[in-house]
């Protein structure tokens, strides 16, 4: 069982809340995964090799800064998941009074 | 058996179904209604879709693609053959949920590029498919809106995440669909489902407008009833997209005239029989899938291989699909995208902590924080950094098994299918019987899973997994094994 300050500190980290009733279940898994996890600390020959990020390791492509498709004036794209106003996306304020 | 549904006609393979269409387009209403009659049938029971069009409108879809495409039906490669999508691939102007109340009411304004090129085939969307929340489960079960059943037996999952397109194909709803694989998506519902999946090289099938779980390993793949469809569908959505940076630079291959040279010359090959994976199956899956393998070594080369890790593997899938959906999943912030709440008078993380606590559901949550966890101070070198040097290791692991075999083989899942509920008190059992599943993710290889055969009545299955791009002699071996077993458009009989 887990303390229930780790999963404050993982609800503050990752911007969430739990309900009570998932925090009962995470308590209880949280310490089976990190076990899980540290599967990982006896593996023979780690120092030595370099961590694989992308399994295709070719260099990021590049185009011509030009759109391929129309330009979308009318906010298209955003219309409907998004709040418009005059033209903006209305967003919550990002800075105090 | 649904009543006045001509089976015969729902089991057709598509590769037939197109020539009938081509003589007579009207024909495709004729399946359609078919189609339609199953679903009305089996889905209050199976509940593989998330949004059905409605019967009408694919008709009209219909109508208007036999207008458009006179004069050029007989090139069309999907021409009238219905598919079912799963729900995390962008449809234009078709609902688009991820199974999450973040999505439930998100509608696309453009399409993946799969989903372009299926309709510039001819293809009919005819619905989106229930998955586990964001992809992230292995039955179904995580979905925001209900579990999918698995139609061999009503009480057990269909597998996951794509269990609501495998449950489509093997029920009858849809002859073909699309799932998505980040640690077998597409072939662990597949295995539990008794069709045929495949997920492909990372990089053969563009990922644009597949909404990313974990960017670096998940790929969209094909899932059929038997190998030539598969091969069609995997022709369709191959090659390279200037849309998708990781997008390999090659086109696509002709699958099925690829697989029919092969079956035609028959090359001998060295398969590898990975014997940690037998070994650590239940004993029916064991026992069921040695025997199947053993009719492929009547006629190839078999050797055993051995697998050095066993937990460690599972360690480093979870760590880096937690670290990077994390990551991904931070753009669902309720202003873009995601839910939405009333932000008057509330700060930018108010909004986003109650837009977050809200939208996703438990498991997402887990895997969300837990990934945050492995990627902040402290940890990053211990979890994150660590799982990605494992994944070079082994890389090369495998790489140096594939100079000593050109295949290597494994049953798809370890178990049967779990009965719903089953694993609710123990999610690392569950994460464990990943294990087979998830390599070919971790390493960007191609791996088919092939439904071979039945224990009281549940499907099982094999995994093949070979070399990055050489999909055709998966396909050749599916074929080889298909022929052998008759396992081939096989549809459950719903109860």
């Not at chain 1, 999963?7 to 009570?20: N, S």
């Not at chain 1, 998932?22 to 599967?39: H, M, T, Y």
């Not at chain 2, 990605?388 to 899942?413: A, G, H, N, Q, Y």
């Not at chain 2, 999909?471 to 077993?485: A, D, G, R, V």
Request: contains cysteine; negative net charge; charged residues 25%.
């Amino acid at each position: 069982m887990y303390e229930s300050s780790v999963i404050d500190y993982l609800e503050k980290l990752a911007l969430l809340k739990f309900t009570d009733e998932e925090k009962k279940r995470i308590e209880s898994e949280i310490g089976k995964i990190v076990e899980l996890f540290s599967e990982l600390v006896n593996v023979e020959g780690l120092d030595i090799v370099e961590p694989l990020y992308h399994v295709v390791e070719i260099e990021l492509p590049l185009r011509d800064d030009e759109p391929l498709n129309e330009i979308d004036t009318n906010h298209e794209l955003l219309s409907g998941n998004a709040v418009l106003e005059n033209g903006y996306v209305k967003a919550p304020k990002t800075v105090g009074e | 058996m649904v009543n006045n549904v001509s089976y015969k006609y729902i089991s057709m393979p598509i590769y037939k179904l197109l020539q009938e269409f081509k003589t007579d387009p009207m024909k495709v209403f004729d399946y359609l209604e078919h189609v339609y009659r199953v679903i009305e049938s089996v889905e209050t029971k199976i509940k593989a879709f998330i949004t059905l069009m409605p019967q009408d409108a694919v008709f009209r879809r219909v109508e208007t693609l036999i207008k458009e495409s006179k004069g050029k039906i007989d090139s069309m490669k999907l021409f009238g053959i219905p598919i079912a999508v799963k729900d995390v691939i962008s449809t234009k102007g078709i609902r688009t949920t991820c199974a999450s109340r973040m999505l439930e009411n998100y509608i696309p304004p453009y399409n993946a590029t799969v989903i372009e090129r299926l309709i510039n085939e001819g293809s009919i969307i005819i619905g989106k498919t229930n998955m586990d929340e964001f992809a992230m489960g292995s039955t179904t079960e995580t979905s925001a809106f209900y579990p999918t059943r698995n139609p061999w037996d009503l009480s057990r999952v269909p597998g996951g995440s794509s269990g609501g397109s495998a449950a489509a194909v093997s029920s009858g709803e849809a002859p073909i669909a699309l799932g998505s694989d980040t640690g077998g998506s597409i072939r662990n519902p597949a295995a539990f489902c008794g069709i045929y999946g495949l997920k492909p090289t990372y990089g053969l099938v563009s990922r644009y407008g597949l909404i990313a779980y974990a960017s670096s390993m998940d790929q969209i793949g094909p899932m059929a009833r038997n190998t030539i469809d598969l091969a069609i569908l995997l022709s369709i959505i191959a090659g390279h997209d200037p849309k998708d940076s990781t997008s390999l630079p090659i086109g696509s291959k002709n699958y099925v005239a690829l697989v029919k040279e092969l079956v035609y010359k028959e090359p001998k090959l060295r398969i590898g029989i990975i014997k940690e994976l037998f070994e650590n199956s239940d004993e029916n899956v064991k026992v069921k899938a040695y025997k199947v393998v053993d009719k492929l070594c009547t006629y190839h080369e078999c050797l055993t291989v051995s697998l050095p890790y066993g937990k460690q593997i599972v360690a480093a899938y979870y760590i880096i699909a937690m670290a990077e959906a994390s990551s991904n999943l931070a753009r669902f912030d309720g202003v873009r995208y995601g839910l939405k709440v009333p932000f008057e008078n509330k700060s930018w993380e108010e909004v986003y902590l109650e837009v977050r606590t809200k939208g996703f559901g438990y498991e997402v949550k887990k895997r969300v924080a837990l990934g945050a966890y492995i990627l902040s101070v402290g940890y990053r070198d211990m979890y994150y950094i660590r799982a990605l040097k494992f994944r070079r290791i082994l890389k090369e692991t495998f790489d140096k098994i594939f100079r000593s075999v050109d295949v290597v083989v494994s049953p798809t899942m370890p178990i049967l299918p779990p009965k719903l509920g089953e694993f609710f008190e123990d999610p690392i059992k569950i994460y464990l019987a990943d294990i087979n599943t998830v390599i070919a993710n971790l390493i960007g290889i191609p791996a088919i899973s092939i439904p071979v055969d039945f224990y009281n009545g549940l499907p099982i299955a094999i995994q093949i997994m070979s070399k990055q791009l050489t999909e055709e002699i998966l396909l050749y071996l599916s074929m080889q094994l298909e022929e052998k077993t008759g396992f081939r458009n096989i549809i459950a009989e719903v109860h």
